[in-house]
């Protein structure tokens, strides 16, 4: 079985600011996560993932994740948060030994960046 | 990288009609196309599997005969809403994965859909 888990519906930060939408994960074997963002009626897009390798991962809009094995976590960070990144951000796990379409995801985390 | 377009964005019925939405692998061959519906505020709930040239597999709780996916090609899948709901009003979004051992699955834009 594999479950993720936002602890926050919610994060609030100032323009500027470092933010971070928090993620842990379950997963029975080699964890493959990833990290979306979702505009109003919108699909999902693709920020980034964690496969293997190291820790930290760098993805698109100068988004990073921290892959932390020990705390099952993959933390979505951004050292200088922008009006812009205000959407609502999904976390997801899958095993590696399964379907690319069978990750399961978190309820996500609304992020609101203000001016 | 690859491109998932979906098709109507957004769509209007008449309860009791049905509705057709169609996702695209633009320029990749998709061995699989993954269905999900999305509530306000809430997650990604997946519907079912479909893979090319046979029958899709519906998760637990998913009305097959209610909603009809059919993926006659690599590049096509379709999700059939049938005698459409208040209820079936949502988002829906497809996605696709090319080859078996695909790492990641590809997103379509999504399709609101509003029965009245």
């Known amino acids: 079985a594999q479950s993720v888990a936002q602890p926050e519906d919610q994060v609030n930060v100032a323009e500027g600011n470092p933010l971070t939408v928090k993620c842990t994960y379950s997963?029975?074997?080699?964890?493959?996560l990833f990290w979306y963002v979702q505009y109003p009626n919108r699909g999902l897009q693709f920020l980034l993932k964690?496969?293997?390798?190291?820790?930290l991962v760098k993805g698109s809009y100068g988004f990073e994740a921290e892959f932390n094995k020990s705390q099952t976590s993959f933390h979505l960070k951004k050292p200088s948060a922008l009006v812009s990144d205000s959407a609502l951000y999904f976390c997801?796990?899958?095993?590696?030994?399964?379907?690319?379409?069978?990750?399961?995801f978190g309820d996500g985390t609304t992020l609101t960046v203000k001016p | 990288g690859a491109v998932v377009s979906q098709h109507p964005s957004r769509v209007i019925c008449k309860s009791g009609t049905s509705v057709k939405i169609e996702c695209r692998s633009l320029?990749?061959?998709?061995?699989?196309m993954f269905w999900y519906r999305q509530f306000p505020k809430q997650s990604l709930m997946l519907m079912a599997t479909?893979?090319?040239?046979?029958?899709?597999?519906?998760e637990q709780g998913v009305e097959k005969d209610k909603f009809l996916i059919n993926h006659a090609s690599l590049t096509l899948s379709t999700l059939t809403v049938t005698s459409a709901h208040p209820e079936d009003s949502s988002f829906y979004i497809c996605?696709?994965?090319?080859?078996?051992?695909?790492?990641?699955?590809?997103f379509g834009q999504g399709t609101r859909l509003t029965v009245v």
């Open positions: 479909s893979n090319e040239g046979s029958k899709a597999t519906y």
């Open positions: 996605s696709a994965v090319r080859g078996s051992g695909a790492i990641e699955a590809f």
């Open positions: 320029d990749f061959q998709a061995t699989t």
């Open positions: 997801a796990v899958r095993d590696a030994n399964t379907n690319a379409g069978k990750s399961t």
């Open positions: 964690y496969i293997t390798g190291d820790n």
């Open positions: 997963v029975s074997g080699n964890p493959y």
